[in-house]
């Protein structure tokens, strides 16, 4: 089921301009007949999909889809049962011995692996005793080894894009859900990640504060370049952002294409069920 590889256009031309010229270059990250059971339970049942450099890849679908399980594949927090993830051409979950065969991956390729790849949760996950400003530069000082001046430095200048620049000194508590999850933004891109996970980010918000959360998504998306899994049941946000939406159901992908094609005309019956409850 690689269907991703294709109908990578859009029928907006700046979209189709920008699509196009990620089609040029291989998935940074691949999916190829990836399971995941827990007991008898089996969440995910052959998946196939890809993430190209740059791409802003929309996963939607039904509560128990598999949608969350793929983004902590990525993020190294649950392993697949079986199939392949790579991640730059690299397998994710596996490493070559020294006679050249593939074998589980050991904790320092997870750790190497892992700085490739940013999540933004759905319940912010911050340290309650840090200051916003150090809950940004904490991974920077720590994993990527970096100076305090430089990590301050990053830090302040994407609390500035996300808006918080006038929090720095504030700790968790004293913030609207709103405004801790731009932290949480923050933090994951201040490591520069080359993709970035986003496990329905507002799902934990009080309903007037989702918007202000999404249009700093929206914005980031628009600036960076760096590639992105949006799983997510806002679907205006879905349709305004993606270059490519998948709609999984039952751990399968049920149906995907571009956006103004899937959820102006779902081929499937699931998915016009699905979409009749949002739209």
């Known amino acids: 089921m690689n269907g991703v ?6 029928a907006d031309p700046e979209k189709e301009a920008v699509s196009t010229t990620k089609q040029t270059k291989e998935p940074f990250v691949r999916y190829e007949n990836v399971t995941k059971s827990y007991g008898d339970l089996e969440v995910i049942r052959g998946m196939d999909l890809t993430i190209h450099p740059g791409e802003k890849l929309a996963l939607i679908g039904p509560s128990g889809s598999g949608k969350t399980t793929l983004g902590r594949m990525l993020m190294t927090l649950e392993e697949p049962t079986s199939g392949m993830i790579t991640i730059d051409g690299e397998p994710l979950w596996k490493m070559k011995n020294k006679k050249g065969m593939l074998v589980r991956a050991d904790e320092k390729h997870l750790h190497r692996m892992r700085e490739k790849v940013g999540m933004i949760f759905q319940h912010f996950n911050l340290f309650p005793h840090l200051t916003v400003l150090r809950n940004v530069t904490l991974a920077p000082t720590s994993v990527l080894k970096m100076s305090k001046e430089e990590a301050n430095e990053r830090a302040v200048d994407m609390l500035r894009k996300v808006g918080l620049s006038d929090k720095l000194d ?10 801790k999850q731009r932290v949480a933004i923050a933090r994951a891109l201040v490591m520069q990640p080359k993709v970035v996970v986003f496990d329905e980010v507002t799902s934990a918000l009080d309903p007037e504060l989702v918007g202000e959360v999404l249009e700093v998504i929206k914005e980031i998306a628009v600036e960076s370049e760096t590639a992105m899994l949006l799983i997510t049941h806002e679907m205006d946000f879905a349709r305004d952002i993606a270059d490519h939406v998948i709609f999984a159901a039952d751990g399968l992908i049920v149906e995907q294409g571009k956006p103004q094609q899937l959820f102006d005309q779902p081929k499937s019956e699931r998915l016009q069920a699905f979409l009749s409850r949002f739209l």
């Open 170 to 179: 504030v700790y968790p508590a004293q913030l609207s859900g709103g405004q």
């Open 5 to 10: 590889l294709n109908e990578r256009d859009s």
